[in-house]
Every structure is written in structure tokens, then in C-alpha cells.
């Protein structure tokens, strides 16, 4: 932390009283628990959704553009 605060142009009590008020901003704007369970190396459950939809929409795609094809073909 120190390179950091001399790279920016401050000194290392400024640096950890910034580095405190990043943490409670964030605290305060995701909440305590998306935190904790990011810094436990938890996944959000609406990740996995999201990729389980991305590729059932692939697949449906897909399908459908290969059945195209066959009547045109």
C-alpha cells in the first residue's frame, strides 16, 4: 500500500483512511452480505442462471438456423 500511496501522491495515513472509506462505500452500496460471501469466493446463484439461459437461447439458435437450412438446402 505504501508504493501505491507514493505513486498517487499520498502519504500512508491518507492512503488507509481512503482505503477505509472505499470499504465502507461499498459495504454500504452492495451490502454486508454480497461482500462477504464475494470475498468467501462465493458466485452470485443469478451467474449461473444467466449462463444456464445464455446457452439453453444457444441452443435454440442453433436448432433452428440448422433446420433452416435443411428446407432451404
Avoid: Y
Avoid at 501522491?9 to 454486508?32: H, N, P, Q, Y
Wanted: hydrophobic letters at 35%; charged letters at 35%.
Amino acid at each position: 500500500m505504501r508504493e501505491t500511496g507514493k505513486r498517487c501522491g499520498i502519504k500512508d495515513s491518507a492512503a488507509l483512511v481512503l482505503k477505509r472509506r472505499i470499504a465502507a462505500d461499498l459495504i454500504e452500496f452492495f451490502g454486508e452480505d454480497v461482500i462477504r460471501r464475494l470475498l468467501d469466493g462465493t458466485r452470485p446463484g443469478w451467474e449461473s442462471d444467466l449462463r444456464m439461459s445464455r446457452e439453453r437461447h444457444l441452443c435454440h439458435v442453433g436448432s433452428g438456423q440448422d433446420a433452416a437450412m435443411q428446407t432451404n438446402g
